[in-house]
């Protein structure tokens, strides 16, 4: 199994940046691809990014030249810097990890665009 602990969350102003990041533990040889999904309130849960172990990085379109997603195979870890923070990234952000045994999900931080 493949457990996740999400750190960083919280309030920032419009414009502002925070960085999230996520530190995988248990059977981390199995993950392929990690990301950051996050949930908005009464939306459905979506995509931000996602990064493969090789680097190959994928974006939703409302955060591509804003977010950037990194990953450190050797630390086990994966983090989303958020730049131009608009009102609507208000949201619970998970991370995820696709591996052996099937997607595993972090328990969510919350990040809040608010003036």
């Known amino acids: 199994q493949v457990q996740l602990v999400e750190s960083g969350g919280g309030l920032v102003q419009p414009g502002g940046s925070l960085t999230l990041s996520c530190a995988a533990s248990g059977s981390i040889y199995s993950i392929s691809t990690m990301g950051w999904y996050r949930q908005a309130p009464g939306k459905q849960r979506e995509l931000v990014a996602e990064?493969?172990?090789?680097?190959?990085?994928n974006y939703a379109r409302s955060v591509k030249d804003r977010f950037t997603i990194s990953r450190d195979n050797a630390k086990n870890t994966v983090s989303l810097q958020m730049n131009s923070l608009k009102p609507e990234d208000t949201a619970v952000y998970y991370c995820n990890a696709n591996n052996f045994y099937g997607p595993a999900w972090g328990k969510g931080t919350l990040v809040t665009v608010s003036s």
């Open positions: 990064v493969s172990r090789g680097g190959a990085t």
